[in-house]
T-cell receptor
């Protein structure tokens, strides 16, 4: 299957700082990537859809100025959590579909666990 | 509204068979996915059903009934490594996956 890689896997930061998470498709091009957040024992929550070369589409209730998404190339999307606070501590996961097929399976990155002190 | 109903937790014995049920309501339907998620890890794809019936893939099988809004995942010859959460995720008319909290499966020796 296709490979999606996320970095970093773990990050601890102080409140008020910004954290950048990278998501790369290693062996395929992804015009669209998806960013999720998951709190313990809860479902995946779609935060935004990242589109290569254009603005991301954010889900209702997700602050676009706080969660900056940049999809600069067909293999890289970044999520920056700006001015992070303890309530932003969560498991952030990116995913992508191969070939842009809308019904294709999603390949997920390993996830990034953010802890804000 | 859109919703998914799965048992929160199930327990089974190593070597046995377990069936995880899922009922769903979505705005439109473009198939249903099952994913496995081990604790602290990202989900991995198990199956995709878009037509009614049973899809078999090794020890795992998935069934879909579109008219009933129902699917199940069948796991045979359970192994300890199958202990994980199993996520039922139907896709709506906008090709958005709808995620529930999943079913935590505990395998006992």
């Amino acid at each position: 299957g296709a490979v999606v890689s996320q970095h970093p896997s773990w990050v601890i930061c102080k409140s008020g700082t910004s954290v950048k998470i990278e998501c790369r498709s290693l062996d395929f091009q992804a015009t669209t990537m998806f960013w999720y957040r998951q709190f313990p024992k809860q479902s995946l929550m779609l935060m935004a859809t990242s589109n290569e070369g254009s603005k991301a589409t954010y889900e209702q209730g997700v602050e676009k100025d706080k969660f900056l998404i940049n999809h600069a190339s067909l293999t890289l999307s970044t999520l920056t959590v700006t001015s992070a606070h303890p309530e932003d501590s969560s498991f952030y996961i990116c995913s992508a579909r191969v070939g842009g097929r809308e019904t294709g399976e999603l390949f997920f990155g390993e996830g990034s666990r953010l802890t804000v002190l | 509204g859109q919703n998914i109903d799965q048992p929160t937790e199930m327990t089974a014995t190593e070597g046995a068979i377990v069936q995880i049920n899922c009922t769903y309501q979505t705005s439109g339907f473009n198939g249903l996915f099952w994913y496995q998620q081990h604790a602290g890890e990202a989900p991995t794809f198990l199956s995709y059903n878009v037509l009614d019936g049973l899809e078999e893939k090794g020890r795992f099988s998935s069934f879909l009934s579109r008219s009933k809004g129902y699917s199940y995942l069948l796991l045979k010859e359970l192994q300890m490594k199958d202990s994980a959460s199993y996520l039922c995720a139907p896709m709506d008319s906008n090709y958005q996956l709808i995620w529930g909290a999943g079913t935590k499966l505990i395998i006992k020796p």
